[in-house]
């Protein structure tokens, strides 16, 4: 693959369908912006040159972009070919490929993308959609094919006809480009469609109608091109996702019980041998070791870090929480802001009172402690080495090691 290739990512759209306050791209996919699944393709495929469109309220979706991505704010939503017009005012002097990808379509490979543009370079093409073929292609617009065969041109669904509506090959929105060539067919896009949008879907047959080289790349797996346009697109791409985290921690050795019905945040790392049993949610920013188990119906949220051998069972949740190798908590917890040693045993019912109303407090737990059923620590609080707490008490003092306390507030048991 030669490597005279730019990136644009058309990110600028509103998502109206969406029904938000939250820009489109910004959804989240197993735990992460879509947007970040682009931007990661983007990456590590090594383009020359990313460029971002941005538009919608792209202060806040700024925020998630880092240099060398460089971004550009089309002013005004006036259609895809309007944003890609606004990219290739910062590709300024760049000569070759670009490849268009589109901010709202997360699921797609990195091989899919690498065999595209072999493709387009391969047979000396001025531009190549990325086609697919689906049985119900509503919403997406229709490739259109000469007597020949050859690609002729893209109709948005909403200015099709019947017969064009029959049409099952789609594009996806993937489209390779000249980019001299897309530069000067830009300003001959008029917006006369339903959606009085400039289409950047409309290139292709202005391409053809010069007698410009375009073609046809086809997307073995439908399911990749799936964009994400209203909540019921986002909740299955983010099924597929799922599919993939999970089937890729099963592939390390994690033994996954019921995959279907078990929820890991993308980038969790998780050790072999370690069993997480269904209904468990797993967010952003969690480790956890080998030889673990999980589970059922655990919440293991933000800065969990489980180490080797721990037990996290049923009804537990955990949030910038260590627990450290061989640890029992295997009912009913919460354990928040909490540094727990090995060895230990965590009781049923045991809270981490962290919050004090206005800031979170840290409880330390050492190696070797019972904690008894139903403790409450009243952060910040330490219960060093060995010591032992009762059933039912509150920890509201520092407890020595080896010491056992019991009662409300707790204290030492022999002065009880
Ligand atoms: C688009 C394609 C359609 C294709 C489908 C695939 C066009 C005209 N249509 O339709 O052929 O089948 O994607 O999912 O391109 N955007 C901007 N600025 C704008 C408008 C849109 O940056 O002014 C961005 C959006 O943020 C989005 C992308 O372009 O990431 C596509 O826009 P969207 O409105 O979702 O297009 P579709 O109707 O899905
Ligand atoms: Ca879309």
């Given at each position: 693959m030669k490597n005279n290739i730019a990136v644009m990512i058309l990110a600028a759209g509103k998502g109206?369908?969406?029904?938000?306050?939250?820009?489109?791209?910004?959804?989240?996919?197993?735990?992460?912006?879509?947007?970040?699944?682009?931007?990661?393709?983007?990456?590590?495929?090594?383009?020359?040159?990313?460029?971002?469109?941005?538009?919608?309220?792209?202060?806040?979706?700024?925020k998630f972009i880092k240099p060398p991505v460089r971004i550009t704010i089309q002013k005004k939503l006036l259609g895809t070919a309007d944003a890609a017009k606004t990219a290739l005012n910062s590709l300024k002097g760049f000569k070759g490929t670009v490849l268009v990808l589109y901010g709202d379509i997360p699921l797609l490979k990195k091989e899919t993308i690498k065999g595209l543009l072999k493709y387009h370079q391969e047979n000396m093409m001025d531009a190549?959609?990325?086609?697919?073929r689906l049985e119900a292609p509503s919403g997406y617009g229709r490739i259109l094919r000469d007597k020949y065969a050859g690609v002729c041109g893209i109709k948005e669904e909403k200015d099709a006809d019947d017969f064009e509506k029959d049409i099952k090959e789609i594009n996806t929105g993937i489209i390779c480009f000249d980019k001299d060539k897309l530069?000067?067919?830009?300003?001959?896009?008029?917006?006369?469609?339903?959606k009085k949008e400039y289409y950047l879907t409309d290139i292709i047959s202005i391409f053809y109608k010069k007698g410009y080289l375009v073609g046809g790349y086809r997307l073995a797996d439908a399911v990749e091109a799936l964009g994400i346009n209203s909540r019921r697109d986002l909740a299955r791409v983010n099924r597929i996702m799922q599919k993939r985290i999970n089937e890729g921690?099963?592939?390390?050795?994690?033994?996954l019980v019921a995959p279907e019905f078990t929820f890991?945040?993308?980038?969790?790392?998780?050790?072999?041998?370690?069993?997480?049993?269904?209904?468990?949610?797993?967010?952003?920013?969690?480790?956890?070791?080998?030889?673990?188990?999980?589970?059922p119906f655990a919440h293991l949220r933000e800065g969990t870090v489980i180490s080797d051998g721990a037990l996290v069972g049923n009804f537990v949740e955990t949030a910038r929480t260590a627990i450290s190798s061989r640890t029992l908590a295997k009912h009913f917890c919460?354990?928040?802001?909490?540094?727990?040693?090995?060895?230990?045993?965590?009781?049923?019912?045991?809270v981490t009172a962290n919050f004090d109303g206005r800031n979170k407090h840290i409880t330390r737990i050492g190696d070797k402690v019972f904690i008894g059923s139903d403790t409450v620590l009243v952060a910040p609080v330490e219960v060093a080495r060995g010591a032992k707490t009762g059933a039912g008490s509150v920890i509201i003092k520092n407890v020595s090691s080896g010491t056992t306390v019991v009662g409300v507030p707790a204290k030492p048991l022999k002065s009880v």
């Open positions: 109206v369908r969406m029904r938000s306050d939250t820009p489109k791209v910004l959804h989240k996919i197993c735990g992460r912006p879509m947007l970040d699944y682009v931007l990661d393709l983007a990456r590590d495929l090594k383009f020359k040159k990313t460029v971002i469109v941005l538009g919608h309220r792209h202060q806040e979706v700024k190549t959609v990325l086609t697919s530069y000067s067919a830009l300003s001959q896009v008029r917006p006369n469609n339903r921690l099963m592939e390390k050795g994690v033994a890991i945040s993308y980038g969790t790392k998780i050790g072999p041998d370690t069993v997480i049993y269904p209904f468990t949610v797993i967010e952003g920013n969690v480790k956890i070791g080998k030889h673990c188990q999980i589970g919460y354990l928040g802001d909490s540094r727990i040693g090995k060895d230990s045993n965590i009781g049923a019912g045991t």
